[in-house]
């Protein structure tokens, strides 16, 4: 099957068949959206520094926005700068994490931190290549701090673009992660200086409207939808559906809140009683917790949170 033929969905009996040249997304229907309907999150607000915004997108990692923002709030209030977040200590940084997940984001914030603050003169990067050498920063964050922080002409793609551009332009209900991605979303920036907004107007119309489960198409600003177009044909990939209740994952939070709570290192018997359905996967929890660095155990026997395990 060709290309063409695949994307048009020809060769399985559909009627309409549209042209290479729509392979796009019309810049000025998806930009005058944005301008109306753009949600007004703290981390967009023009004072907001290339810093505070790289916080955000580790925060908002796998983490919804209505979780993010009052920790963040409160986060670069106490740290604005990469420097002041480097002074603190692992534990401070663990404990203002909260209950946000995946607690080694913010081990790898506070080492970015460091490395920022006394390699960079304080200033975060604006270059991808440069962004990618730093801790915990991957292909996409650093496209993403690339753009929404310098204005850089750089294709930014997470699950609601890669989504929005599966429908839209290729016809299909949702797209695999894939290398390809890239230079997918990189052809379809405008040439001009609204690219950076482009991309942040395609992640929320994956975020607010062209959602995974509910698109809502009626109010979608897309007059081109490959997928809309077909009769909205199924899609190809099995969702997972992310438990959390009774995961490693859930067990590993109810170990660290323990650890959070207390200003002191505390007993194996203080940690047991946290999570006592399964003591095979509670040990199992707290020993990765132990290889990921985000606990230490002291010379008595006691734990801590990272740098907390020294007894005075
Ligand atoms: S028309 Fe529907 S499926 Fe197509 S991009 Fe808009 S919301 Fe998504």
Known sequence: MSAFHADTGFELGMAVIVPESDMTIESDELLRWYAQARRDLPWRKPEVTPWQILVSEFMLQQTPVSRVEPIWLAWIER????????AAGSAEVLRAWGKLGYPRRAKRLHECAVVISSHHDDVVPAD???LLTLPGIGAYTARA?????????VPVVDTNVRRVVARAVHGRADSPASVRDLDDVAALLPDDATAPVFSAALMELGATVCTARNPRCGICPLSVCRWRTAGFPAGTEVKRVQKYAGTDRQVRGKLMDVLRASSSPVTRAQLDVAWLTDTAQRDRALDSLLVDGLVEQTTDGRFALAGEGEIP
């Open 79 to 86: 740290w604005p700068t990469p420097s002041a977040t480097a």
């Open 128 to 130: 991808v290549e440069t």
């Open 145 to 153: 701090v690339a753009c929404f922080a310098y204005s850089a002409r």
